[in-house]
């Protein structure tokens, strides 16, 4: 016998409201013991303040789903691109991260 089941296809709906998607330049990512949240902002120089463009909660597994999504396609880009600089933060090595941290002064 063959249990196999055939797959099934996911139709996705992309409105345009969401189709024209927000610029995102800083996300701040934190998590308790059953979700993360990725919080999506656009930071403008000399500001003082950013706004949270987007949020989004997944749970843990989905998050690491999205972290080994997002490995392969940088490695599918930079096989076609060429690699991507990481920028190093202004005044040396505090965070090596290259990405902004809000909460340090």
């Known amino acids: 016998m063959d249990n196999k089941q055939p797959k099934q296809e996911l139709k996705i709906e992309l ?23 990725i919080d999506y902002i656009n930071v403008a120089p000399n ?16 998050a690491k789903n999205l972290l080994f999504a997002l490995r392969d396609n940088i490695a599918k880009y930079e096989q076609t691109f060429g690699e991507i600089e990481r920028k190093q933060p202004k005044g040396g090595a505090k965070n090596a991260g290259g990405i902004p941290n809000p909460f340090e002064a």
């Open 47 to 62: 500001m003082p303040q950013a706004k949270v463009q987007s949020r989004i909660i997944m749970t843990p597994e989905n």
């Open 15 to 37: 409105t345009p409201e969401v189709a024209a998607g927000h610029y995102s330049n800083l996300a701040v990512i934190s998590h308790s013991g059953n979700e993360f949240f």
